[in-house]
């Protein structure tokens, strides 16, 4: 996960070895209808994302006579050809939970203590949909876009709306060679801000209620990625289970205040420095040091 954070405390410590965190996406291509019974990748698609905490659906939605669709299908409606697109997705996972639940409801009238699977339909959604150049910053496109994501069939599923991203395949392609400050400034030429990358981890973080706290010192800096809500001895648990078990306290500083002062001696004499107990709900960009004994 791209953090600059990591760069800035890397200086600060005088280290070189930097580990952010990390997201993992499974691409599986080619979901088309009748999936369900077998067609294009089939239930060897189904099988990859059943195990995947969140789904993402990239949605074709732009206008090229050139680039034909899997369906040979021309639709001059984008919003309404995306739409189309996403209730062909939805419908195959709908009839594979449907198979799902009939032999798991078979199962249980021999084994009632079977552990209930994850049905696909029920996993939180992110729509990545991919726009032409104009479509990167046409805010009217994109409002109908997401709501064509909000009002598909069995959206009454969801416990919240799906995040919505708009990238450009093409342009994605073209900075494949640059480096980052090459790709920033390409970006900006077409006033966007952020690649379609880092776009998908800001969403995926979001989708899955996920948030990131700091560690620093000169044998490295690193990102944790924890769940928002946890307790600073479940994010002391993601490092390692002693940590958690053994929990004392932990001394924490906001990224801010130490990015602005440019030291932790200075952020301890300007009072900054806290330390909190097992009570202590996790804060986006805290940096920690836990102290256990076990």
């Known amino acids: 996960m791209p953090d600059e954070r990591l760069n800035v405390l890397a200086k600060i410590y005088n280290t070189e070895k930097i580990i952010p965190a990390t997201v993992e996406f499974v691409d ?3 979901l088309v209808a009748g999936a369900s019974k077998g067609e294009g990748l089939g239930n060897k698609f189904l099988a990859h994302i059943r195990e995947c905490q969140a789904i993402c659906h990239v949605v074709r939605a732009f206008k090229n006579d050139d680039i034909i669709r899997a369906d040979n299908k021309i639709e001059d409606d984008i ?3 995306a739409k189309d697109d996403i209730d062909i997705i939805n419908t195959e996972l709908e009839l594979a939970d449907l198979e799902t639940r009939q032999k798991v409801e078979s199962k249980r009238k021999k084994s009632p203590e079977d552990e209930h699977i994850p049905y696909l339909t029920d996993k939180p959604v992110i729509y990545m949909f991919n726009v032409d150049e104009a479509g990167l910053t046409d805010k009217n496109l994109q409002q109908k876009l ?3 994501a909000r009002n598909t069939q069995f959206s009454e599923h969801k416990a919240c ?10 342009l994605e392609e073209e900075m494949s060679g640059m480096d980052r400050r090459e790709r ?3 970006l900006e030429s077409y006033g966007v801000k952020h690649d379609a990358l880092e776009e998908l ?3 995926a973080y979001n989708t899955l209620n996920l948030q990131s706290f700091l560690t620093a010192g000169k044998k490295e800096v690193r990102a944790w990625t924890i769940e928002q809500g946890a307790t600073a001895p479940e994010a002391a648990g993601t490092i390692h289970t002693d940590f958690e078990r053994g929990f004392i306290a932990a001394s924490i500083c906001d990224y801010q205040d130490l990015q602005r002062l440019g030291s ?3 952020v301890k004499e300007a009072g900054l420095l806290r330390t909190e107990g097992k009570t202590y709900i996790m804060q986006e960009g805290d940096v920690v040091e836990f102290k256990f004994n076990v």
């Open 264 to 266: 932790e001696k200075a």
């Open 28 to 30: 599986v291509a080619g």
């Open 146 to 148: 997401s709501e064509a």
């Open 201 to 203: 981890i800001k969403a």
């Open 161 to 170: 709306a799906p995040n919505c991203i708009f990238v450009n395949a093409k």
């Open 79 to 81: 919003v309404k050809q």
């Open 184 to 186: 920033k400034e390409f």
